[in-house]
């Protein structure tokens, strides 16, 4: 009896021990599942955060006017949210969904990315005084001698021809567009003024294929002449946009063109019109400065036509090397503005020949005037783009794209931006106006000093 008793006590502790090392063996087993676990969800959440980070990367926000003004065109820029409600809803909503409130630096770095979707592309101080020596094309204060006044009176424009010019604006393409402004600006220029017409990126198409074949494409359909409407129709006919974009060869063929033109007896006038950056290898920047540097002295005046912010900021570098003018049209009565402003000076041009008054070719009040019209544009776009930020916040809430307790953050930093805009909107008048009163000299003095480096 006290064997099996004896058998059975030892049989109970061995069990328990058993039992007990099974346990601690399950405990560890657990314990490296959990471990795992826990590294996967690590790194998930690592990698949700890169992917977040990615998803939301833009330009640094603007804090001071200088940088405002220099802060790129968002791609939804330029119309309202019920214009274009269909693609701006298609891309809000592929911004990634935050499910609950995110910390502070995830709510900014949402807003910058708002922001740079919707910034509206602000007027710049300096355009307008490069939009002044312009418009009062040879008067004696500017010491310029591009701005005076030569016998004979020779604009060429350079025309896109590339792909892109085929997109539609309304019912018409680009091109369609832009070939109807030509016409109807040369037709416009005095009997005495000639007038040329090149273009580049005609020939081959945008397949990399043909990527030689239009990158060389840059052709001069219509000789350095006065205005013959059938022979400039005809030119007009011989091309359709297809190709790349060879703005570098198209400027070196420019100079060639008015080789036999030079500077000291000839006021040339070159329009580069172009919707978008060098494609073909070129370096149109060292190519503009050259030009403008050479014998032909042109004054070369640079149209982005309906171009984005990266073919803005290219364009302009364009202009600046060449020491010419920038503007942005974004539909056909704003690219026959631009033109008509050599339209007007080859009249004065005119009277010039004429023995006529040029001393008061242009007033104050006429500056006052562009003024005004520069205010009222920078209003127009606040407006717009305050609205635009107001209904995407709106919508990404309402659609659960964003938490409810991120709206108001969101909204905080619009608020915070937009008293940053409409403080510049006040300053930059008040500049202006000031500035207008003065000579050339103490305009550009003052302007570079506030605004960076671009003016004239």
Not at 391 to 415: K, V
Request: proline residues 4%; negative net charge.
């Amino acid at each position: 009896m006290y064997n099996v008793r004896l058998w059975l006590y030892i049989s109970v502790v061995f069990l328990l021990i058993a039992a007990g090392c099974t346990g601690e063996a399950g405990t560890s087993e657990e314990g490296d599942t959990s471990e795992v676990e826990q590294e996967e969800a690590d790194k998930e959440e690592d990698g949700g955060i890169a992917n977040l980070a990615e998803a939301l990367e833009a330009q640094d926000v603007p804090q001071t006017t200088e940088e405002l003004i220099a802060y790129p065109a968002g791609p939804l820029s330029g119309q309202y949210f019920d214009d274009n409600r269909e693609e701006i809803e298609e891309t809000l909503s592929k911004l990634p969904k935050i499910d609950e409130t995110p910390e502070q630096e995830t709510v900014k770095a949402y807003w910058a990315k708002l922001l740079s979707l919707f910034a509206e592309d602000y007027p710049d101080p300096a355009d307008l005084l490069s939009e002044w020596k312009m418009t009062e094309f040879g008067n004696p204060e500017w010491n310029d001698p591009r701005l005076q006044f030569k016998e004979n009176y020779n604009v060429e424009i350079i025309l896109d021809a590339s792909g892109s010019m085929a997109n539609v604006i309304g019912d018409k393409t680009m091109m369609e567009l832009a070939k109807e402004a030509i016409r109807d600006f040369a037709a416009a220029l005095p009997e005495e003024a000639n007038v040329g017409l090149r273009v580049y990126g005609h020939k081959g198409s945008n397949a990399d294929a043909d990527k030689k074949v239009s990158c060389e494409s840059s052709e001069l359909v219509y000789d350095i002449q006065p205005y013959d409407e059938d022979k400039l129709k005809e030119a007009l006919d011989q091309f359709e946009p297809t190709g790349w974009t060879p703005i570098a060869r198209s400027l070196e063929g420019a100079q060639q063109d008015l080789a036999d033109y030079d500077g000291e007896n000839n006021t040339n006038i070159i329009y580069l019109v172009s919707d978008g950056v060098e494609t073909c290898d070129g370096d149109p920047v060292k190519v503009a400065k050259a030009l403008s540097e050479s014998d032909v002295t042109p004054l070369i005046n640079v149209i982005g036509f309906n171009v984005d912010g990266e073919g803005q900021e290219e364009l302009r570098k364009i202009a600046e090397a060449a020491d010419g003018h920038y503007a942005t049209a974004q539909n056909q009565e704003q690219l026959k503005q631009e033109l008509d402003r050599s339209q007007e000076i080859a009249t004065k041009w005119i009277q010039w020949k004429l023995d006529a008054d040029t001393e008061n070719i242009n007033t104050l009040q006429e500056r006052e005037s562009s003024v005004h019209a520069f205010k009222n544009e920078w209003g127009e776009k606040k407006s717009r783009e305050y609205r635009n930020l107001d209904e995407a916040i709106h919508y990404l809430s309402a659609n659960g794209h964003i938490p409810h307790g991120m709206r108001e953050p969101l909204r905080d930093l619009r608020e915070k931006h937009y008293n940053l805009v409409n403080d510049s909107e006040n300053t930059t008048y008040q500049d202006l106006k000031s500035v207008a009163r003065k000579s050339f000299e103490e305009m550009e003095e003052e302007i570079k000093e506030k605004y960076g480096q671009n003016a004239p």
